[in-house]
């Protein structure tokens, strides 16, 4: 069991800064994902996490210990890599067992314990075969158990799911959630799947160009993201964004966007956005499945325009609507019977919009079911 803590890290290669003075704290037992793009250091940081790159300033404390000058033998930490290198002349039993052989464990001792992983991991009845005659997700699940089987005080896992194909993802992703259910270890998940991330993760930091963006359960990353870039990296399709003005009038504000207006008496949304300036540009941003498509002109007040694309995809539809000079993306019901060119009404669920900073992408107000917005 070990609660890990990361302080100012910071690692530059050359030209790139890979990790820069990052600060993270993960709790014993969790399960935490790290999302972010390729490129954005997930892997370096595991990995000075884990004692093979050496940091150029910060600290890493294990379980209160600064593990700094520490080698990673002695940190007791297992990282499962994405490209698994099993041994291909060895048995599965072999394979698990190797790491126990190297710290001269007596050999009922790995008996043992080599079929208590394999049961955990539902592998037992492979244990004489060797990774050839295994499936890709039967071999993914040997490479777990060689590096779980020593027991470490944490797990560092780096896309250990991306070399399988889509349903041994959906299988497996099951089976890492119900392991670190079981042995209620730390799990550290780095990811670029966003659905790995918001099913798994006990909590997710959101990572880009070597630095956190935002920390949290995932729910809220979702319902409430620090920036424009965590915006886009949670949801499927992502969030829309529309550059629109924002302009007080007497006791209202408008949002003022070339295809319509959100208007709003909310004192508070007044005092946070606009109180000292008469107009201020913002970015809209609205998740596709805050948009409702209909196809009649509703009682409510909508915005008129028309079908650009649809794209069905079995179990939902994404309808591309034209908005002034933007395309928006629009989650709907799997058989949507409409076309493109067709004249359609659409409204906002206005209490889930949020408004970032045209120039920094910061986030500066999040909606809830309090604010009266509507389309005027
Ligand atoms: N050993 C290295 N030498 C030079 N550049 C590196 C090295 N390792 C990583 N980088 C660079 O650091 C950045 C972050 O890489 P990495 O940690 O692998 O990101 P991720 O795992 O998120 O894709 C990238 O720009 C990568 O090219
Ligand atoms: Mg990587």
């Known amino acids: 069991m070990a609660s890990i803590r990361v302080k100012n890290l910071t690692k530059t290669f050359k030209n790139t800064t890979a990790v820069n003075a990052l600060n993270l704290e993960i709790a014993d037992g969790e399960f935490f994902c790290i999302l ?8 370096t940081l595991l990995r000075l996490i884990v004692g093979l790159e050496k940091p150029d300033k910060g600290e890493i404390i294990i379980d209160d210990e600064n593990v700094n ?13 994405q490209n698994l290198a099993l041994y291909p002349d060895k048995t599965v039993f072999d394979n698990i067992a190797f790491p126990l ?31 050839s005659q295994l499936s890709g997700g039967e071999r993914q699940r040997v490479a777990i158990g060689r590096a779980i089987v020593r027991k470490p005080k944490a797990y560092l896992m780096d896309e250990p799911l991306s070399n399988l194909d889509a349903l041994l993802r959906l299988e497996m992703r099951m089976s890492l959630k119900e392991l670190q ?5 730390t799990f550290v998940y780095v990811t670029h799947d966003q659905v790995e991330a918001l099913s798994m993760g006990d909590r997710i930091a959101v990572m880009n160009n070597g630095v956190i963006q935002q920390v949290d359960k995932p729910e809220t990353i979702y319902r ?9 990296i949670l949801g499927n399709p992502p969030m829309n964004f529309l550059k629109c003005a924002l302009k007080a ?5 408008n949002i003022i966007h ?11 949304f007044k005092e946070k956005l606009i109180a000292d300036s008469k107009e201020k540009n913002i970015v809209l941003g609205l998740r596709p499945e805050d948009i409702r498509i209909n196809t009649e002109k509703p009682k409510e007040s909508s915005i008129r325009t028309e079908i650009y694309v649809t794209e069905p995809l079995g179990n939902e539809t994404i309808v591309d609507i034209k908005l002034g000079d933007n395309i928006i993306k629009v989650l709907t019901e799997p058989d949507f019977p409409g076309k493109p060119g067709q004249p359609i009404w659409i409204t906002f ?6 408004i970032f900073h045209d120039e920094t992408h910061e986030c500066v107000y999040h909606a809830t079911e309090k604010n009266k917005f509507e389309i005027v």
């Open 36 to 43: 972010g793009p390729p490129g954005a250091g997930k892997t």
């Open 69 to 81: 000058s520490i080698h990673p033998s002695k940190r007791d930490i297992s990282m499962i890599f």
């Open 101 to 131: 052989r190297q710290q001269k464990t007596p050999e009922d001792e790995i008996g043992t314990k080599v079929t208590e992983i394999a049961k955990q991991l539902k592998i037992d009845w492979l244990l004489e075969k060797i990774p």
């Open 181 to 185: 259910t079981d042995l209620k270890e």
């Open 224 to 232: 409430m993201p620090t920036n424009m870039f965590v915006a886009t």
């Open 249 to 253: 009038e007497n006791s209202k504000v």
């Open 258 to 268: 070339k295809a319509f207006t959100i208007s709003t008496g909310d004192k508070s």
């Open 349 to 354: 669920n206005c209490s889930k919009l949020h």
